[in-house]
């Protein structure tokens, strides 16, 4: 019997970028999201006593894209699948099926996405089929596992804000508990450098020196700031932030850059309205191409102006969904 959970994926405000120990993601600094609970991986897995090995194959459902794995891609999954049924005590093989609701692998966090739901779908399975109604792990246990795959899924257990430090991760209070995102997507392609590969180049920037004091210092001032519902600084923090770990990539060596001649263009007219205004979306990016928008939900003007400015340009991502270029 098919066993079915689905995961959210994250926005991370300050970035996890950069890891004191590969094998285990474990990060040079602390990072902080909110959770994008529209943007989800959806993971099936069925115990198949004719396997010999855990087999992996996209989720065909109508409403999800399914996602290519590349060998490399597919390995650490499936290498984390073990992972896990080992922690689980589990035996056996697996079919494995898993799809996302938004385009993999261009900078919309699909990997916190995935992992998490892949570690939710074998819990889920464990919980189901356990005899002795064995008790379940808490979220942060679940998370401290699933980090082991991909860092940044730990934080996806958690909503709608998560805050992961050397502790592992947790949930944080904030007031602004609902905001609205949306997409700019500069670029659907697959990224030629993945965001394991970018955590080792960083490393090599010159200008990775002070950054994980420069990253915690700020992450403190951004808590404080959305506490005291001080979204101008919010803002500037956020603008830096992203710009902050851009700027490893493209000093990196060899150095890589993810952002093209339509991220360049859309954050200067981004950039150009807050200045006139003085208000506008939360704007950060990921390792790839896209501008992600968070706005308070008394800015639902200036999330229709966005709308009305930027889709006849590019393709959007909106809590309505995909949305075409006009
Ligand atoms: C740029 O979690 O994808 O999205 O741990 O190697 O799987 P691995 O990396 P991953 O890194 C994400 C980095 C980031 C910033 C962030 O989400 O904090």
Same mark, same amino acid.
């Given at each position: 019997?098919?066993?079915?959970?689905?995961?959210?994926? $994250? =926005?991370a405000?300050? &970035?996890y970028?950069?890891?004191?120990d590969?094998?285990?993601?474990?990060p040079?600094n602390s990072?902080?999201s909110?959770?994008?609970?529209?943007?989800?991986t959806?993971? !099936?897995?069925?115990?198949?006593? #004719? +396997?010999t090995q855990?087999?992996?194959? /996209?989720?065909? !459902? *109508?409403?999800?894209?399914?996602i290519?794995?590349?060998?490399?891609?597919?390995?650490?999954?499936?290498?984390?699948?073990?992972?896990l049924k080992?922690?689980?005590?589990?035996? @056996?093989?697996f079919?494995?099926e898993?799809?996302? $609701?938004?385009?993999s692998?261009c @900078?919309?966090?699909s990997?916190?996405?995935?992992?998490?739901?892949?570690?939710? /779908?074998l819990h889920d399975?464990?919980?189901? $089929?356990?005899?002795?109604g *064995?008790?379940?792990?808490?979220?942060?246990?679940l998370a401290?596992?699933?980090?082991?795959?991909?860092?940044?899924?730990c934080?996806?257990?958690?909503?709608?804000?998560? +805050?992961?430090?050397?502790?592992?991760? #947790?949930?944080?209070?904030i007031?602004?508990?609902?905001?609205?995102?949306?997409?700019? +997507?500069c670029?659907e392609? =697959?990224k030629s450098?993945?965001?394991?590969?970018?955590?080792?180049?960083?490393?090599?920037?010159?200008?990775?020196?002070g950054?994980?004091?420069?990253?915690?210092a700020?992450?403190?001032?951004?808590?404080?700031?959305?506490? &005291?519902?001080?979204w101008?600084s919010?803002?500037? =923090?956020c603008w830096n932030?992203?710009?902050?770990?851009?700027?490893?990539?493209?000093?990196?060596?060899?150095s890589?850059?993810?952002?093209?001649?339509?991220?360049l263009? /859309?954050l200067?007219?981004?950039?150009?309205r807050?200045s006139? &205004?003085?208000? @506008?979306?939360? =704007?950060t990016?990921d390792?790839?191409? $896209?501008?992600?928008?968070?706005? !308070?939900?008394d800015?639902?003007?200036?999330? #229709?102006?966005? +709308?009305a400015?930027? !889709?006849?340009l590019?393709?959007?991502?909106?809590?309505? @969904?995909y949305?075409?270029?006009?």
């Open positions: 019997m098919w066993v079915e959970s689905s995961a959210p994926s $994250n =926005i405000l300050i &970035k970028m950069g890891k004191t590969v094998k285990s993601n474990r040079t990072s902080f909110f959770c994008l609970e529209k943007l989800r959806f993971v !099936r897995v069925r115990q198949n006593p #004719e +396997l855990d087999v992996w194959r /996209a989720y065909q !459902r *109508k409403d999800l894209r399914p290519e794995l590349s060998e490399r891609g597919l390995e650490k999954f499936l290498n984390h699948f073990s992972f080992k922690e689980f005590k589990i035996e @056996g093989f079919e494995i898993s799809a996302n $609701n938004f385009p692998d @900078g919309l966090a990997s916190a996405s995935s992992y998490a739901a892949l570690t939710l /779908a399975w464990l919980i189901q $089929n356990s005899a002795d *064995k008790l379940g792990y808490r979220p942060k246990e401290k596992l699933s980090q082991k795959g991909s860092g940044s899924s934080r996806s257990f958690f909503s709608p804000w998560s +805050l992961w430090h050397a502790d592992g991760a #947790e949930s944080i209070q007031p602004y508990q609902s905001l609205k995102h949306q997409v700019l +997507l670029d392609s =697959i450098v993945s965001s394991s590969e970018a955590h080792v180049r960083v490393l090599t920037s010159d200008l990775f020196r950054r994980v004091e420069r990253v915690e700020r992450l403190q001032h951004l808590i404080e700031a959305l506490r &005291k519902e001080n101008k919010a803002y500037e =923090i932030e992203f710009w902050d770990m851009h700027t490893l990539f493209h000093t990196s060596v060899p890589f850059m993810y952002m093209n001649d339509m991220t263009k /859309a200067r007219l981004l950039h150009d807050w006139v &205004k003085q208000d @506008g979306p939360l =704007i990016m390792a790839g191409s $896209n501008i992600h928008l968070l706005y !308070r939900p800015q639902q003007s200036a999330y #229709e102006e966005v +709308l400015e930027f !889709r006849p590019m393709p959007l991502w909106t809590d309505e @969904g949305l075409e270029k006009q």
